[in-house]
């Protein structure tokens, strides 16, 4: 069950610039910082922004993170045809002791 | 380099138990927490419970308590994780991943371990 809500698709064309959002309450992003992943069709997930704005090695710059009160969101800068893929936010829950993610956001290249 | 290699594909059926593995490597197994995350077909992210390789201690979400148990196997720097009393609808692709803390972004995963249930 998904406590963080995304929009389900999100598409822009080669070279534009997408935002992707992510709602959640008190107990979880209020409170906590927020994680991205990108999953590529049949693929494990990939961690892309943690601590709501930083990027590990090797993630381009394209991406960005950002957080204020109680949402997130995930900035794609520069759109290219492999970013196509599912991308999910998470954080982590006082109420649960444990993660949640959001419902997916599927990002149609055009 | 860090690896996360889970155990094969599994078809049980409803009220049987399956036991997932997943072999780390190229780290200190006790250093970091494992989670596990599964995914139904054509669904989203649901988060299982977290595991201590070092000290042993676990939290498992609240739906899965009771059916849920994290163990490893230190010397082979192994998580296990068993799955109880399945139903059609635990059919999914079980993830282990790892984080430096409990709370931690996962920043390396296995590869999936596809578990289907049906009669």
């Known amino acids: 069950q998904s406590v963080l809500t995304q929009p389900p698709s999100a598409s822009g064309t080669p070279g534009q610039r997408v935002t992707i959002s992510c709602s959640g309450s008190y107990s979880n992003i209020g409170s906590n910082t927020v994680n991205w992943y990108q999953q590529l069709p049949g693929t494990a997930p990939k961690l892309l922004i943690y601590s709501s704005d930083q990027r590990p090695s090797g993630v381009p710059d394209r991406f960005s993170g950002s957080q204020s009160g109680s949402s997130a969101s995930l900035a794609i800068s520069g759109l290219q045809s492999e970013d196509e893929a599912d991308y999910y936010c998470?954080?982590?829950?006082?109420?649960?002791?444990?993660?949640?993610f959001g419902t997916g956001t599927k990002v149609t290249v055009l | 380099q860090v690896q996360l290699v889970q155990s094969g594909a599994e078809v049980k059926k409803p009220g049987a138990s399956v036991k997932v593995s997943c072999k780390t490597s190229g780290y200190t197994f006790t250093v970091y927490y494992i989670h596990w995350v599964r995914q139904a077909p054509g669904q989203g992210l649901e988060w299982l419970g977290w595991?201590?390789?070092?000290?042993?201690?676990?939290n498992s979400a609240p739906k899965f308590q009771g059916r849920v148990t994290m163990t490893r196997a230190t010397s082979i720097s192994t998580a296990y994780m068993e799955f109880t009393r399945l139903r059609s609808d635990d059919t999914a692709v079980y993830y282990c991943?790892?984080?430096?803390?409990?709370?931690?972004?996962?920043?390396?995963w296995g590869q999936g371990t596809l578990v289907t249930v049906y009669s």
């Open positions: 595991f201590n390789p070092n000290t042993g201690s676990t």
């Open positions: 998470a954080s982590w829950d006082d109420s649960l002791n444990g993660p949640v």
């Open positions: 991943a790892r984080s430096m803390s409990y709370f931690g972004g996962f920043d390396y």
